[in-house]
């Protein structure tokens, strides 16, 4: 089952299930998260919800996701009263490549011999531990934090590469979406596909620039796949310039492809009692197996950023827009 969040013409917010070429609306629920709420409170029967929810209107889904339609498309899952009640949150160092390419960044050379990062130790970690037997709990992965609900952004709007940055560039991964319950039980809602989006030269300076690397825009979208396979997903990042492709390559992603188990990751994000307030929404990203900015490329204004993978829907596309003005001083008083 996929869902997709709209608005209407006059504004209204919308939730419908995805029919091949077709968009069916839902009477009562007109988020993903008022479903999902309900859900919860219902032994988490969500499909069921969704099919007795069902009205008989239904939209072509074509114009909407080529933005050629008064209907617009929104993230496939936020808090849709209080933004800053969703936490947007990923983590790294999940996928081979990805390790690589941090290591390749941030290796050090001790007597002529190169010396692994911390990066590429902190992967292995996971090769040795991050699978354990169902139940029981495996090493820690890296975690970091990107911001709260107010920083998502829907399929086809811009990324924006603020004027403090170095760059601005795509992270094709998949997005597992998470509701707490009333009781504080965390219970997963989805997956969707998303760009994570983060600055990579500020983060090649140094490796304790990592968190305010993070600290950026993403986009999730355009669909809720509810009850998504993850064992191993096989998609296509790629960037076109001027209405030409420039840039491509695979992600493989899912646990088959991964240092840590799905659970070992949910384990490692819900064991702090924070992450546990009722009502709240998180979006996770799972990591990340390939990057543009590895491959010596660099992004420039006006690109657009895709991906695509099998089960997840249609393909999510942002461009890239890039601030130009220069950094301005942020100047404080003191309360007297």
Known sequence: MRLVQLRDPHGKRRLALVEDDRLRLLGSFSTAYDAA?????????????????????TLEYDPIHRGRS??????????????????VTGTGLTHRHSAEARNAMHATTTEGKAAPSHSLLMYQWGLEGGKPEPGRIGVAPEWFYKGSGLILKA?????????FAGDGGEEAEVVGVYLVDVEGRPWRVGMSIGNEFSDHVTESKNYLYLAPSKLRQCAVGPELVVAAEFRDVRGTAWIERAGARIWSRPVWTGEANMSHTLANLEHHHFKYAA???????HLHFLGADCISYHDAFRLEDGDEMGFEAPG?????????????????CIRLEALQ
């Open 37 to 57: 709420v309900a859900a919860t409170q219902r032994a988490g029967r969500l499909s069921e919800l969704v099919r007795v929810d069902l009205v008989g209107d």
């Open 70 to 87: 008064d209907w617009r498309l929104l993230p496939a899952f936020d808090h849709p009263e209080e933004p800053a009640r969703c936490l």
């Open 155 to 163: 399929h086809g709007e811009t990324l924006d590469v603020p004027a």
């Open 275 to 281: 992450h546990r307030r009722p009502g709240d929404v």
């Open 312 to 328: 997840f829907g249609r393909p999510l596309r942002n461009r890239l827009r890039v601030d130009t003005a220069s950094e301005r």
